[in-house]
């Protein structure tokens, strides 16, 4: 797993207007290429009046998977362009369909990629960029007398924390960054003097702004 990458938050879509012609750029989160394929097929089939519907995406943590499709523009100017938006950007698990309404007037090839391009970055903008940052859970049960100590030094890390449980000892949910984890494991049990338990958890990503 990455440690950390780019992608977008949510579903988005922008519409920009360029010589006549309406560009409604739409992204969305993908983790396969079969929700990239769905995504784009129900853009399709709400959009199914429109003169074009151009996608790309990128998939897989090395982006091992990419495709994009002019969908009838002149070969190289929709979804090659779209495709260029997402990697420039960073972007991973993310699928990009740029809808053009024809507005009757011809944009040349050069027009064309301008304007794909442009959508494109529309709709990511609207789908909101994010960085998703590896965690691991970790969790330290402690004595009562421990917890106001141990909050205290948390609280000075900066660590992300989960909920807390309260039975006959305290359990605190702990999210620090994977690559910290096992050092951050060790440093619970230094500042509990080895007197509280602290177990590993899975690792799973944390959405931060970017």
Same mark, same amino acid.
């Given at each position: 797993?990455?440690?950390?990458?780019?992608? +977008?938050?949510?579903?988005?879509?922008?519409?920009?207007?360029?010589?006549?012609?309406? %560009?409604?750029?739409?992204?969305? @989160?993908?983790?396969?290429?079969?929700?990239?394929?769905? %995504?784009?097929?129900?853009?399709?089939?709400?959009? =199914?009046?429109?003169?074009?519907?151009?996608?790309?995406?990128?998939?897989?943590?090395?982006?091992?998977?990419?495709?994009? =499709?002019?969908?009838?523009?002149?070969?190289?100017?929709?979804?090659?362009?779209?495709?260029?938006?997402?990697?420039?950007?960073?972007?991973?698990? +993310?699928?990009?369909?740029?809808?053009?309404? %024809?507005?009757?007037?011809?944009?040349?090839?050069?027009?064309?990629?301008?304007?794909?391009?442009?959508?494109?970055?529309? /709709?990511?903008?609207?789908?909101?960029?994010?960085?998703?940052?590896?965690?691991?859970?970790?969790?330290?049960?402690?004595?009562?007398?421990?917890?106001?100590?141990?909050?205290?030094?948390?609280?000075?890390?900066?660590?992300?924390?989960?909920?807390? =449980?309260?039975?006959?000892?305290?359990?605190?949910?702990?999210? @620090?960054?994977? =690559?910290?984890?096992?050092?951050?494991?060790?440093?619970?049990?230094?500042?509990?003097?080895?007197? /509280?338990?602290?177990?590993?958890?899975?690792?799973?990503?944390?959405?931060?702004?970017?």
């Amino acid at each position: 797993m990455l440690d950390s990458y780019k992608t +977008v938050e949510r579903s988005g879509s922008a519409e920009i207007v360029i010589r006549k012609s309406r %560009f409604i750029g739409h992204a969305r @989160p993908v983790a396969t290429e079969e929700e990239a394929l769905a %995504f784009i097929a129900e853009i399709k089939k709400e959009h =199914s009046a429109a003169t074009h519907n151009c996608s790309a995406y990128v998939i897989g943590e090395r982006d091992e998977y990419q495709k994009q =499709s002019d969908d009838g523009e002149p070969s190289g100017t929709a979804g090659k362009p779209i495709l260029e938006v997402i990697k420039h950007q960073g972007l991973k698990n +993310v699928a990009v369909v740029v809808t053009r309404y %024809f507005g009757g007037i011809l944009l040349g090839a050069g027009g064309l990629i301008r304007a794909y391009t442009d959508g494109a970055v529309a /709709g990511l903008a609207a789908a909101k960029p994010v960085l998703q940052v590896l965690h691991r859970d970790v969790y330290l049960e402690i004595d009562y007398t421990w917890l106001g100590k141990v909050e205290h030094e948390l609280r000075g890390r900066g660590t992300l924390l989960g909920e807390t =449980s309260f039975a006959d000892k305290v359990t605190l949910h702990c999210q @620090p960054i994977t =690559s910290e984890a096992d050092a951050f494991a060790a440093w619970l049990t230094d500042i509990t003097s080895g007197q /509280g338990i602290v177990a590993l958890g899975i690792e799973h990503y944390v959405t931060k702004e970017v």
